[in-house]
Structures are given as structure tokens and as C-alpha cells.
């Protein structure tokens, strides 16, 4: 791990980077309508991988205060499985990974005989992956503009749509970079300026997975962050706007017992085609599989780990055959019991700090919420909730009309936010 340190500002900007697609992607032609110029802002902050709890373990000092003036939550539960890609993109839909066909990091779609891989470029900018209507979406079809520097899926035309400003994903761009560029979006004329802007930093989840959520690197992320969140408010302030923050994260993070990962069964890959991770190992039937008895085979010879049919994963996970819109969900689950993961395929190394686990059964995993800004309560702490009423909190704020029915509701917005717009 290097660089997590507070610098200054200034210094951010020094750094020299190599020139791999960094730049801004502008959709021409497009303006804010009049109607919409007069709305409030958001910025939507995630740090991936960032704890309920690691604002107080570590002493983020920056966003506690901010909370302390703004709203906090005991913690914020994420979709399962507890992975970067479906919690982000459930985040800005609304929608559980089964609803929106974003199922897993590496997953498998039948009807086309393709993979899904968060590491291919070229399947995470393909709009076909992702279903519902993602918070830029909705905003740009109402004249509303957008900008994202960085988030799962705005490099993707969903429904023919990306943000007006966008970043293809690296890490390239240094952060002051990335902090000096919210503030010119928003000091742009107001037919022009962004209403809703993400912001997404992997310095946590970078760390805690390498040296696990308790180390020395983990905290020293976590500072970093810290830091980063208060210069971009430092940048913000000037501009007078109405600027709501809100910070994130998609999941947890948990220490697992990787000196003993746990070996794959032996599955017939010319029965079944096998996707997944070390944490969630889904085997899709090919015609003419046995899946019942590869079950009873799989479930007598388990040890540490559970084997699921589709149709008996728990209701409370929204991950059955039920909630499976898009028939992405394998036929069997092979799911490893907290503390074990799966030493999958291609691994050499296996980290210590995991996530991905049932968020009921495992504290851990649990995200963290945050927001301030003139739209919200003040000193209001609420109880956990779903990751899935996030959406519902912005569209209220910024005054968007949803077009199709989501998985949360307005209850936790009601407790959180002044008044409804």
C-alpha cells in the first residue's frame, strides 16, 4: 500500500500520470431545463469497502463532525451478495442485484452464453448487463444533468444514456484532480452544471482486503478518505450552492481464514458451466444436467460451506428463483460459512480481508451511510436500513419522478431528509 497520508491540496496535483483514457467524456447538445436549474445538488461519495464502524474505530474526524451536523446510520445493509458491482449499482437503482440482472462481480448469463466480468472493460461498458434505472438515467431524461467520476456502470449507455460527464474508470487521475474537477463542474453556467455528481475512491477496499479490516493500512485508508472528503467540501463551500453530500459504501469488509482456503468439489464442466469467486460459487445446468442429484452429491460431501438449490436460497436474501428476473442466478450455490472462503480458480494468494458474506449473518459486511447538506435533518441518528432506499432518498431530493417500481421505499427518506420535494 502506498501514499495513505494527508497531504495538502496542492501537492494532490503535482502527480504526473500516464495518459490511459483519462479524459472527460462530454455528451454534447445536452442543457439542465429551466425547471431544473432552480434544484438542489448532490454529490454521492462511496468508499468502497468503508465499515460501519471504521469512522469511529479509525477516527475519521472529518466525517463524524460532518455526520454529527448531518444524519448517520447505525450502519447501512447491503445487497447480497456483499460485492463491489451489485451494491453499487443497487445503490443508484434501487433495485436487489436479482432485480437489475447485476447478480455478482463474475457471473454467467445463460440466454447468451456469456460471462460477466467487473475486470472486462469491454462486458462493464455494455449497456445489455444492466437492467433498472440508474439515478443518472433518470436525471438526464428529465433534463437534469449528470457527472460521475467513476461509478459502476456510467461508462455503460443504459437505455442509451450516460452522464453528461463521465470518466471511464483508471487510476490514473490523481485525487486532486479528481476534487479540482467537481469544482469546475459546479461552477459551471447553471444550463450546464451537474445536479447529481458520484464520486468513488477503492483506497479502502484496496487496503483492507490486502492487510485485513483491523491493520495498520486499513486505518491509514481510512484517514486518506477522511481527508479527501474534506478537501472536496472545502471545494464545494465557495460555490454557494445547495450541496447535499452523501457518503457510502457498498459493503463491508471481514478477516477470514486464509491459511486454509477451502478446495473446489469436482464439477462436471460438461454438465455445468461454474462462475463466481472465492465467496459465492454458482453452477449454471447445461441441457440434460442432473441438477438435483449433483446436488445430493455436492450437499453430502460439504464441509464449511453450504450447497443451495435456487429455489431454497432464503427469501430474505432476494436471491431465488422469485426474485431471479433475468435467470442469472446459478441452479446450485455453493456458499462458504464465515470465517471460510474458497480457494478459486487462478488464486494464488488468497487475502485476508473478504467480504461478500449474507449481510444477516454477518455484521462485518455492513456499509456505512452518512449525509449532510441543507436538504437533511440535523443530529439524527437512524436505525440500519437497506442499501436499496438510497434511491429513493436522491430522486427526493433532487425532485426526479422514478419510472418503474423499485425495491425501496420512502419511509427512510421521510426520517432522513426536511421535506419531501
Do not use: C
Not at 434501487?94 to 469491454?122: C, E, I, R
Not at 436525471?139 to 467513476?150: G, R, T, V
Not at 460438461?270 to 465467496?279: L, S
Amino acid at each position: 500500500m502506498k501514499h495513505f497520508f494527508i497531504i495538502p491540496l496542492l501537492l494532490l496535483f503535482i502527480s504526473s500520470y500516464a495518459q490511459t483514457d483519462t479524459t472527460q467524456k462530454v455528451i454534447a447538445g445536452r442543457k439542465n431545463s429551466l425547471a431544473q436549474q432552480n434544484k438542489p445538488y448532490v454529490i454521492l461519495i462511496s468508499s468502497d469497502a468503508f465499515r460501519y464502524d471504521f469512522a469511529k474505530k479509525y477516527n475519521a474526524q472529518h466525517l463524524l463532525a460532518f455526520s454529527d451536523s448531518g444524519v448517520r446510520a447505525d450502519a447501512m445493509i447491503p445487497s447480497y451478495p456483499s460485492l463491489t458491482f451489485p451494491n453499487h449499482y443497487a445503490l443508484v437503482t434501487g433495485m436487489y442485484p436479482s432485480h437489475s440482472g447485476l447478480v455478482h462481480n463474475n457471473f454467467y448469463d445463460p440466454a447468451t452464453q456469456k460471462h460477466y466480468n467487473n475486470n472486462d472493460k469491454k462486458a462493464v461498458a455494455d449497456s445489455s448487463w444492466y437492467g433498472g434505472t440508474p439515478l443518472w438515467v433518470l436525471a438526464e431524461k428529465q433534463q437534469m444533468l449528470a457527472a460521475s467520476f467513476y461509478w459502476v456502470a456510467a461508462e455503460a449507455p443504459i437505455q442509451g444514456v450516460n452522464p453528461t460527464y463521465y470518466y471511464n474508470y483508471n487510476n490514473q487521475i490523481p485525487i486532486g484532480r479528481r476534487i479540482q474537477k467537481v469544482g469546475e463542474w459546479l461552477r459551471l453556467p447553471a444550463e450546464q452544471r451537474p445536479h447529481l455528481i458520484t464520486f468513488y475512491l477503492s483506497n479502502v477496499d484496496d487496503a483492507a482486503h490486502k492487510y485485513g479490516p483491523d491493520s495498520k493500512e486499513a486505518g491509514e485508508a481510512v484517514q486518506y478518505v477522511d481527508s479527501v472528503v474534506n478537501e472536496l467540501v472545502k471545494v464545494v463551500k465557495p460555490t454557494g450552492l445547495d450541496v447535499n453530500f452523501i457518503f457510502v459504501s457498498d459493503h463491508g469488509m471481514t478477516r477470514v481464514n486464509n491459511k486454509h482456503p477451502m478446495q473446489l468439489p469436482a464439477v462436471d464442466s460438461t454438465k455445468f458451466t461454474m462462475a463466481g469467486d472465492g465467496i459465492l460459487v454458482e453452477l449454471y445446468a447445461k441441457p440434460g444436467a442432473d441438477v438435483q442429484g449433483t446436488y445430493k452429491v455436492l450437499k453430502a460431501q460439504a464441509r464449511n460451506y453450504s450447497v443451495i438449490l435456487k429455489k431454497d436460497m432464503p427469501a430474505r436474501l432476494h436471491y431465488g428463483t422469485k426474485d431471479d428476473r433475468y435467470n442469472r442466478i446459478g441452479d446450485i450455490l455453493l456458499k462458504p460459512n464465515w470465517p471460510y472462503v474458497f480457494k478459486y480458480v487462478g488464486k494464488t494468494y488468497i487475502n485476508p480481508g473478504w467480504h461478500g458474506f449474507d449481510p444477516f449473518l454477518v455484521k462485518d459486511v455492513h456499509a456505512t451511510f452518512l449525509a449532510w447538506g441543507p436538504a437533511f435533518k440535523k443530529h439524527t441518528q437512524v436505525k440500519a436500513f437497506s442499501n436499496v432506499n438510497v434511491y429513493n432518498i436522491i430522486t427526493r431530493i433532487l425532485g426526479l419522478t422514478p419510472q418503474e417500481q423499485t425495491d425501496g421505499t420512502n419511509k427512510i427518506a421521510g426520517k432522513v431528509l426536511l421535506k419531501a420535494k
